[in-house]
Every structure is written in C-alpha cells, then in structure tokens.
C-alpha cells in the first residue's frame, strides 16, 4: 500500500501532476486532499481553507505547477500554490456536491460539474454557473469530460449510458439559441446493444485521439471515434 501519512482508505480521484511526474494529488473521501511529491511514498494533507473534506474530483491545471481544481461536497475549490491555500469557485453554485469536474481543454475559465442537481457550466472561472443538462435523463454522474481534439464535444457518464454535447457553433459562435445548446444527444449508450449500462470512465489514444476506451458497469469496451459516433 502507498498510503504513508494518508489516514483514510477512500481515493476517490488521483491524478499526476502534468508539470512534475513526481507529483501525485488524491481527493479523498473524509479527509481532504493530500499531495505526494515522492511519487507516492508519502503523502501529506493540503486543505488550508479548503472547506470540503469529501472530495470527489480533481483538474490539475496543463502547464501550471501547484494550480488544481477539486469538486466534492461544498461545491468547487481551487488553489494555486501546490494546496498550501484554497478558494471557492462557487459563485451561485449554491455550495452543491460536485461529483464531478472537467474544464475545457483551451480556455481554463470554461468548466462543468456535475452535481447530483444535474450539470452546471461556467465560462467566468466560477464566479456564475449556469445549468446545462436539458435532455439528460439521469443526473447522477459518473463522469464529466471534454473532447481532447474535438472542441466541439462534452461527453458526460450517467447510470443510463455515455451522452455527448456539442457547444462549439451554436455558443461560440453566430447561433445564439439556448433551446438548441441544451439538447443532448446519445453517443453510444453501452455495448452489444444494451442501453443502460453505467458509463464510469473514458480515454482516448491514437493519432488525432481516435481510439476510444470506456469502462462501463458491465465490461471494457474499445471503440473508433467513427465506429462509436464521436
């Protein structure tokens, strides 16, 4: 076990700094976030000003050192100093449970979280979130990420299957139509034709991230981005 220094068993999210390999950040469930700068040989807790000790999902931020975002119990927290401090993002998230955290993968002031009130956007780095999640037939999220290569593209994981959003012309462009920016559309709802399969988890590989593996409640599955309609 590499949980020297670390009290609780419960990681929910652990993710590896992208500046320092060295460094590993774990959202615990019950105790806060710790930090590893040893590669995990030991760990120490980071939740000065940090008023969530359940915490569910961590965004380290690309090419930052010490920048991270973490969502769980008391809404969105950031901090920029390697966790030595925190700050909300919470804006008039209301201080909601955030399961889960993605920001867009171009503009850091763009994130989603998906909270057990359905998923709420912001494009202000959390002073306002707004609720996007019209069409979505289950808020009970498993997942929430945006598309490395497509920018066009939201995918989040819910108990009916994996959904997936697209943003990029209609808000970021001409077409201003809120009826339209909340439609979601089924991406590919499990596997060998089942529908209902709890989508957990996502990554892509390959030239132009082409390759698709999902986890779902049932098996792992590989898909194409063609074969599986991203």
């Not at 892509?204 to 991230?209: A, D, L, M, V």
């Amino acid at each position: 076990a590499a949980n020297n220094g670390m009290p609780v068993r419960n990681v929910y999210d652990l993710k590896f700094s992208p500046i320092d390999h060295e460094t590993v950040i774990a959202a615990t469930y019950g105790a806060g976030v710790f930090i590893s700068t040893d590669a995990a040989g030991s760990w120490d807790a980071t939740n000065s000003g940090l008023h969530a000790a359940w915490t569910e999902s961590l965004v380290p931020e690309p090419g930052v050192a010490g920048s991270v975002r973490v969502g769980g119990w008391n809404g969105v927290w950031a901090t920029t100093d390697g966790g030595l401090s925190w700050g909300s993002l919470n804006g008039d998230l209301a201080n909601m449970s955030v399961d889960k955290l993605a920001r867009d993968q171009t503009d850091e002031d763009i994130m989603y979280a998906g909270t057990s009130y359905g998923l709420f956007k912001t494009t202000d780095g959390g002073s306002t979130w707004v609720r996007r999640d019209d069409g979505l037939t289950s808020v009970n999220f498993e997942m929430v990420a945006t598309d490395p290569v497509a920018e066009d593209r939201v995918y989040v994981g819910v108990w009916n299957g994996l959904h997936r959003h697209s943003y990029w012309d209609i808000e970021r462009g001409s077409v201003n139509n809120s009826t339209i920016l909340l439609d979601w559309l089924r991406a590919w709802s499990g596997s060998r034709g089942r529908g209902d399969n709890l989508a957990r988890d996502w990554f892509c590989s390959g030239t132009g991230c082409g390759v698709f593996c999902f986890a779902s409640s049932l098996w792992p599955i590989k898909k194409t981005r063609t074969d599986a309609g991203f």
